[in-house]
């Protein structure tokens, strides 16, 4: 077992009886620590904060960025901690709704579940996306798509958290048969899409003004399943506030080009994705380059 699962095991003990402030301030203090100490990883963030932001790499305003989002992705990691012990009746009181719709979120939701095809909900490595996939399952039958870790304990360990949330969990390796299923049954299914991925391997969009290629897959299932895609976020705010915004729903059109067709969804899902991060920068956790060496 690796000295990853040890701590995190530890952590979730410890997170119970931690106080929020003081557990979001060791989860920003870590987030800190790695910024600093994992250069790669440092100039990733610091190169997509200046695409994000307009300014050149070395401005002092991206350095804020990149550090910031490093201190949020702490907070969350310490969320996640404390994610058996997690009130989420409290949230539900709490919950800032920002939906542009007289109904709340729920309505975009129902509305794109009409159709018995189930939706993809697109999202992001953005705000608090476990603590919102705990949320939305709460209302409707939820999926996610996951990525395993390294070491299958640790796997166990995360997922199983997940899971006991009222979860189901779709592994990403050899996923889209299982996604088609559940979407066949008119269930929401989320995908982070936000993945940078070659030339070759992915599908051209423009995101912050510039050229970069992510995978087509969740256009491509949606496209095949006839799934609406709905694209959906969870942050927090400058005070501890908690904050949920859902997008229009858009639906694949059959007949048409299926090139063509699945680059405008994934635009659509990435507008969308852009409009998030152009207001809250910081809540955006992309340590990988993500537009191509120009």
């Known amino acids: 077992m690796s000295s990853i699962y040890y701590l995190a095991r530890a952590g979730y003990g410890l997170a119970k009886w931690t106080p929020q402030g003081a557990r979001h301030g060791l989860g920003r203090f870590i987030g800190s620590a790695i910024y600093l100490g994992w250069k790669t990883k440092r100039i990733n963030t610091q190169q997509n904060m200046a695409h994000v932001s307009g300014h050149p790499i070395d401005d002092p305003r991206v350095k804020r960025l990149a550090a910031a989002s490093w201190k949020n992705y702490g907070r969350i990691i310490a969320d996640f901690m404390y994610f058996p012990h997690f009130d989420f009746d409290r949230l539900e009181y709490q919950m800032r709704d920002l939906t542009e719709t ?19 909900i697109s999202s992001a490595h953005f705000g608090n996306y476990d603590m919102a996939a705990a949320y939305v ?16 304990q640790m796997t166990d360990l995360v997922l199983g958290q997940r899971a006991e949330r009222g979860i ?4 990403m390796e050899g996923s889209a048969r299982r996604i088609l299923r559940a979407l066949q049954e008119n269930r929401l299914v ?14 051209e969009i423009r995101f912050f003004g510039h050229k970069t290629y992510v995978p087509g897959g969740p256009a491509a299932l949606a496209l095949k399943s006839g799934a609406a895609i709905v694209p959906g ?19 694949p059109r059959s007949g048409v080009d299926k090139a063509g067709e699945i680059k405008r969804l994934t635009q659509y899902m990435f507008d969308c994705i852009e ?6 920068p910081t809540q955006w956790y992309m340590f990988r380059q993500f537009w191509p060496s120009e």
């Open 275 to 280: 409009e998030m991060v152009r207001a809250w």
């Open 233 to 251: 976020f969870m942050w927090y705010g400058h005070h501890n506030e908690c904050f949920i915004r859902v997008f229009p729903p858009i639906y």
């Open 137 to 152: 399952a709460r209302h409707f039958p939820f999926s996610v798509v996951t990525e395993n870790f390294n070491d299958p």
């Open 190 to 203: 989320a995908i982070a899409v936000d993945r940078p991925v070659s030339r070759e391997e992915g599908v």
């Open 102 to 120: 007289p109904g709340g979120w729920r309505d975009y939701i129902k509305q794109a579940l009409e159709p018995g095809r189930g939706i993809v």
């Open 168 to 171: 189901s969990l779709i592994p």
